[in-house]
């Protein structure tokens, strides 16, 4: 059965909270989902999800070093995370602050894997980003997200 996982990092919780959110929604949508810190995660633990949902603060408009760290250490096992779905999001202080470039950076990093990254057409389009703490408007974002991983993640590995 297909499963999927959600790796965050956070250090004051804003970022954890819309991964929280997004597992939630996968799991309510049926594709069975972990939610762990990326101080959890080994790279190859990666290899065994469907899909895989990366949330990272925005740390000077790109991903936090830890996050980084994991996209680099899956180098060992280039081309094996092709095909999986993929999926970004970020937590930043301000508007303009950077966070759709860090969930690009965190998508691009995820299509040199071979990840398959859908957009959105009506929500946030390339994932969900909150500035600071998630406020409804992020909660739903971070619902409609999980639920559309979990979506596509089913139809493909039917
Ligand atoms: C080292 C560092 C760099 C940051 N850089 C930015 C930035 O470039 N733009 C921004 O809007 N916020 C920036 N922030 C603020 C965080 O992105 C923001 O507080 C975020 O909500 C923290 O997420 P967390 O609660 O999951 O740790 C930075 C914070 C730190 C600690």
């Given amino acids: 059965m297909a499963k999927g996982i959600v790796v965050y990092y956070s250090r004051s919780g804003n970022t954890k909270q819309m991964a929280q959110i997004i597992a939630k929604a996968m799991n309510e949508a049926a594709l069975p989902t972990e ?8 790279a190859e633990d990666l290899l065994g999800y469907d899909a895989i949902v990366i949330g990272s603060p925005t ?8 996050v980084k760290q994991l996209f680099d250490d899956a ?6 995370l092709d095909g999986k779905v ?3 999001f970020s937590s930043s202080a301000n ?25 959105d057409p009506k929500g946030d389009h390339y994932g969900p980003v909150s500035i600071n703490k ?6 739903q974002q971070c619902l409609r997200r999980g639920r559309r991983v979990a979506e596509l993640t089913k139809r493909l590995t039917a």
């Fill in 95 to 119: 508007i303009g602050g950077g966070n759709e470039t860090t969930v690009m950076g965190i998508t691009e990093a995820m299509l040199i894997a071979g990840c398959i990254v859908q957009g």
């Fill in 134 to 139: 998630p406020d409804e408007r992020v909660e």
């Fill in 75 to 80: 180098v060992s096992f280039h081309g094996k």
């Fill in 59 to 66: 740390y000077y408009g790109h991903m936090a070093g830890p």
């Fill in 35 to 42: 939610c762990k810190s990326v101080n959890d995660v080994k």
């Fill in 86 to 88: 993929g999926a970004a």
